[in-house]
């Protein structure tokens, strides 16, 4: 339990700050925070902090990046984590641009859910948005759907005059395929210029769109996850659609249950508050298990009642850097 009550369960692992793509919303021009590799993480320190937050009580884990899959040694890292006692389920976000040839390899490994980006299914906004081909990324999706995860989610961040055009779009391609599809606010992460009150599209207006062409039917406990996702149903088409509103959701931290471990080893309590411990001095300066289940702890106490992203919060690392 943190000190408001909430059970702290969830480990989003960043496993690299590098990308294969550069989205408008996580990666900054110019990036090069992966050119300092070796303050990233080994995969033995990532399995030893692990092993610490399994003791504490963490059950579920996600690796995250920048792209995880650009990773040589990802697979070792699975399978060590999947050995570890205590750890119940291990998911994957990812871009899905080399799903094709790691997602079945993946599936045996142990990896149970997958969490794809899909900001739009036209080509020419995707790549606006990515600077990717979104051909790769399907066909991911359906190597993905071939390999038989567990789960298979698509993330789309709504951006205002980018892509709202697209959300139609991705609700029939969605309930098409089964898949739940989240829409996602964009959040001020990458630099303070990527939000502003022009492209900001808040779930809300999302949800009134949607519910022109089809009703919104509530879904309180689709039991599909571990995060902040507000789900419902489409009636007509099917689809199972979830809103992730950290701007207009007043409500939207009560629950949290997760904290973050950054590419370079820092601990993050809270994903729009800037406080951070330092795992990797520990694990490099000799110290045991115990010193570093004292600095889980500490970040436990200092986890924030909520986020700071409606105080004209300052981005002062990327979410490359972070950790989706």
Not at 55 to 74: C, Q, S
Not at 101 to 114: F, H, K, M, S, Y
Not at 152 to 179: D, Q, S, T, Y
Not at 221 to 237: C, F
């Amino acid at each position: 339990m943190d000190a408001f009550g909430r059970k702290i369960d969830y480990l989003r692992i960043s496993i690299t700050d590098r990308c294969n793509e550069r989205c408008l919303y996580c990666m900054p021009e110019g990036y090069k925070g992966w050119e300092n590799t070796r303050d990233h993480l080994t995969a033995d320190e990532i399995l030893r902090v692990v092993r610490v937050a399994a003791a504490l009580g963490f059950r579920k884990f996600r690796l995250t990046g920048g792209e995880p899959l650009v990773r040589h040694d990802l697979l070792d890292i699975v399978r060590g984590m999947k050995a570890i006692p205590g750890v119940d389920d291990v998911g994957i976000s990812t871009n899905g641009t080399k799903l094709a040839q790691v997602g079945q390899p993946l599936r045996e490994a142990g990896i149970r859910g997958v969490n794809v980006s899909l900001d739009a299914l036209d080509p020419k906004i995707y790549r606006q948005i990515t600077g990717g081909d979104l051909n790769l990324t399907l066909a991911g999706i359906r190597a993905a759907s071939a390999a038989g995860f567990e789960r298979i989610k698509l993330n789309c961040v709504l951006m205002r005059g980018v892509n709202e055009g697209e959300i139609w779009p991705l609700v029939l391609f969605a309930a098409e395929h089964g898949f739940p599809l989240r829409f996602i606010e964009l959040m001020p992460i990458t630099t303070a210029d990527v939000l502003t009150e022009k492209n900001f599209l808040p779930i809300g207006e999302a949800m009134q769109l949607l519910a022109r062409r089809d009703e919104l039917v509530s879904r309180p406990d689709p039991r599909i996850g571990n995060g902040p996702a507000t789900y419902y149903s489409l009636r007509h088409t099917g689809a199972l659609i979830g809103f992730i509103g950290a701007l207009t959701n007043l409500h939207f931290c009560d629950q949290c249950n997760k904290m973050r471990l950054t590419a370079d080893g820092k601990i993050r309590p809270c994903l729009g508050n800037h406080g951070e411990l330092d795992l990797r001095v520990v694990l490099r300066n000799g110290g045991d298990d115990a010193a570093l289940r004292d600095v889980f702890l500490e970040a436990l106490r200092s986890k924030p009642l909520e986020h700071q992203f409606r105080n004209q919060y300052q981005p002062q690392r990327p979410m490359t850097a972070i950790g989706g």
